[in-house]
């Protein structure tokens, strides 16, 4: 089910009530300026989906229902967008729509402790790891493709454009910690991704195509190999969206330039790279995971403050721990 200003005859509920500004009623608000995604609700239960419209057959519908087959589904390292439903189009059989849960970016809202970078990175290396396995290289990895359902962060639902927002637009959404509601990251967008089966050698691919033109081979003329530009773009989000931003993380550095190394050769591979990401993972201790990350640019008195108020909640949250 559509919202209702996306249905057949909508007319706008400011209109016909002049007792509030238009913002204040939730069919005022609009879906970013994307023509091929709509967000709906599932009848059945409520649950907030997307909608994503594709060409029938294509790559990208082959690789996300290979995906989202049951037994691709028990595995728990799939951290690909499971397929909620997948339809023709009534009219025109060249259009499918693929039904995906509703995602979040990864930061909004924000990672807030070592553990929330720790439980994202662990996420995503097992997830590559799958992926590679079955055959698939991402190619556009970056940011923008890496998301997180949040359901369990917001008990009481949130709006899919005002999404500090309750369903109804207006109230604010209850909304808890990654502490106290695991949250689930995954791949999306799999629209430049390539299926090489795992028995073909040498495993290569042109294009350059993809948000992350850091990457050194990316060519539409030489070929190179498309899972070892997956470990870049990776690597590379690990470092611009983590690193860059938090001065506490610095034990991801190792990682992050193992995986962005010029020469493809030199990088590790899915298996290697989520190893080398065990070991370093396996010496953050507790103490440490529960840490609030620290922005590289807070002043001195930031840290003071913010250093005491994250000693406090750490506190709080060690005895809820001990009477649970």
Known sequence: MLRPRYRPAWKPTWETDKSRHPN?????????????????TRVNDGKLVYVK???TGDTESQIIMKFSSPASRLDPRNHCVPVLDYFTDDEDSSISYIVMPF???VDYPPLETINDVAVFVSQLMEGLIFMHEQGVAHRDCSEKNLLMDADLLFPKGFHPVRMDNLPDGRRSATQLSRRAARVTYYY????????IPPDKQPKLALGGYGRDQDVPELSFEVPYDPFKVDIFILGNTFRREIYENFSNVDFLLPLINAMTQNEPEARPDA???EKMWREISAKL????????LRGRKELWAEKVVFDSFSAVKQLFGWMTDLQG
């Open 24 to 40: 204040e009623f939730e069919d005022y608000y609009t879906l970013p300026p994307r023509d091929h995604l709509i967000d709906a």
């Open 53 to 55: 419209r594709v060409a």
């Open 103 to 105: 995602l979040r970016p």
């Open 188 to 195: 999306v967008d799999f629209g430049i991704s390539v299926f």
């Open 271 to 273: 298996v290697a790279a």
């Open 285 to 292: 201790y507790k103490l440490q995971r529960g840490w609030r």
